[in-house]
C-alpha cells in the first residue's frame, strides 16, 4: 500500500501550518479526555470513562516524535492509572492556575510557543490557549473556547476527540501515512487474507 492516506475529516491549510511545528501537545482531562461526567460511588471513590482509541492515538503521536502532556485541574487516581498506561511522562493534576505550570514546563523543554498546542474545553484551559502556538478544543467545548481555537475537533470530549488530535498533528508533519502503513504490513511468511 503506497498510497497518501488521510484522516477522515476536515482540516484547513492555517491549522496545518500552525501544527508542523508541534513538538509538544498538552491536555486537560475532563471534557478532552473524558465526557466531563464525573462519577462517584458510595464511598466518594472517582470514576472516569476514558477513550481506548484516543489512548492508541496518543501512543502514535509520540511513537512519531510528538510529546504528550496532561495539565488538569482536579486530582484523581484513576488519571495516575492511565498516564501511567499511556507512558505519559508530563502530567500535572490539581492546577487551579494551568498557565504557570505551562510556562514553567516549555522552558524545562526549551521549547517556544509556536512548537506547543493545547487541547482544553472550557474557559480555566483559556490562558493558555491564548499562549500556545495552536489552541485546540472539542465539539461540545464552551462557546467562547470554541471562538478562541484555531481548531474544533469534530467529536465531542471523551468520544474520540483526542485521536483526531493526534491524527491531524501527523498528519501536518507527514508521519500519518507512514504510521497507517504500519497496520498494512504483513508478517515475513505470511500472506494477507483474501478481500471479499
Known sequence: MTELLAPDFPINA????????????LFDVDGVLTDARLILGDDGQEYKAFNSKDGHGL?????????????????????EHRVRDLEIRHVY?????????????????????AETAFVGDDVVDLPIMLQVGLAITVQDAHALVRRHAHWVTPSPGGHGAGREVCEMLMYAQGTYTSEMQRYFSVPPGTSSAPRA
Do not use: D
Open 14 to 25: 492555517p491549522v496545518l501550518a500552525l501544527a508542523r511545528p508541534i513538538k509538544l501537545v
Open 59 to 79: 501512543k502514535m503521536l509520540q511513537r512519531n516524535g510528538v510529546a504528550v502532556g496532561i495539565i488538569t485541574g482536579r486530582t484523581s487516581r484513576v488519571v
Open 93 to 113: 493534576q490539581g492546577c487551579k492556575e494551568k498557565l504557570p505550570v505551562y510556562q514553567r514546563l516549555i522552558t524545562e523543554l526549551g521549547l517556544s510557543p
